[in-house]
């Protein structure tokens, strides 16, 4: 399984971005896909994920301003990112979860105040 984010970028806060990752390999639309950030000094924590139904979670912090989509069809997960905020700056990685977790290289959002 190979995961490739894009998306990320210097946003002003307030302000919206949207992640992609796309999925190439050995994708099953069953196993669940997310998103995680990770920021300088901080552990990695869970963002969102989605599962079949479609069913959705959201960690507290970004709940009714991120929304996680999927598209089978193309292999790929969004993250629609609206009303940002400075502690949203993070590098933020795409999982896809099975057997095991495969991990994309990761990409930049940085919110400026």
């Known amino acids: 399984v190979h995961l490739v984010e894009s998306g990320g970028g210097l946003v002003q806060a307030g302000g919206s971005l949207r992640l992609s990752c796309a999925a190439s390999g050995s994708i099953f639309s069953a196993n669940a896909m997310g998103w995680y950030r990770q920021a300088p000094g901080k552990q990695r924590e869970l963002v969102a994920t989605?599962?079949?139904?479609?069913?959705?979670t959201y960690t507290d912090s970004v709940k009714g301003r991120f929304t996680i989509s999927r598209d089978n069809a193309k292999n790929t997960v969004y993250l629609q990112m609206d009303s940002l905020k400075p502690e949203d700056t993070a590098v933020y990685y795409c999982?896809?979860?099975?057997?095991?977790?495969?991990w994309g290289q990761g990409t930049q959002v940085t919110v400026s105040s």
């Open positions: 999982a896809y979860i099975g057997p095991r977790t495969y």
């Open positions: 989605i599962s079949t139904g479609p069913r959705t």
